[in-house]
């Protein structure tokens, strides 16, 4: 059994997220979508939340042959692969600017873990400069990002803010 945590915060999803996970299927026989809970940040949306909206959209993606799940996690991503039981990580590199952050956080869980190689698919080039981040700031000051976030994720951003105001 070929599987492979796919970490992250996805405070959203994004598109990106999701051209990634299109572009790991044929490689896994399993991806477990792996969701951070950290209680340092204060993110948009509970991590209750983030896993419900992936959970929402994975099968639309069809699989492909390759079962797709999503779970939350605390502590260390190299733990949880370990329980998982993962032959993988899987992380998404968009331009060059990631690469560096990218190769320590790879190096530092092959140390903590050697028997898990990290794996990096370039996204789409559409999506070079998508980020969840991004798209709050846009999204949260009126701008356009139809396209790069799930619909579904896009009204529950509007339900969030619509709620957060009343
Ligand atoms: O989507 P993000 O925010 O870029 O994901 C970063 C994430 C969650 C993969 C990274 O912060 C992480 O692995 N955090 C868990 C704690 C950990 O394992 N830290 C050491 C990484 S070398």
């Not at 915060?9 to 999803?13: G, I, M, N, V």
């Given at each position: 059994m070929r599987r492979a945590i796919f970490p992250g915060?996805?405070?959203?999803?994004t598109n990106g997220h999701l051209d990634v996970i299109q572009r790991s299927l044929p490689l896994f026989d399993e991806i477990i979508i792996a969701v951070l809970n950290n209680p340092d940040k204060a993110p948009m949306f509970t991590v209750e939340e983030r896993v419900e909206m992936i959970d929402e959209i994975l099968p639309s993606l069809g699989g492909n042959g390759c079962h797709l799940r999503v779970e939350s996690f605390s502590g260390l991503t190299a733990d949880f692969a370990r329980r998982c039981e993962a032959k993988a990580i899987i992380r998404g590199i968009r331009a060059v600017a990631d690469y560096e952050y990218e190769l320590r956080m790879a190096l530092m869980n092959r140390r903590l873990e050697p028997s898990i190689e990290t794996v990096f698919l370039m996204a789409g080039e559409e999506f070079s400069y998508v980020s969840s981040t991004l798209m709050k700031q846009v999204f949260l000051l009126g701008g356009r990002v139809a396209g790069l976030i799930p619909e579904s994720v896009e009204s529950r951003m509007r339900e969030k803010i619509s709620s957060a105001s009343s």
């Open positions: 915060s996805f405070d959203p999803l």
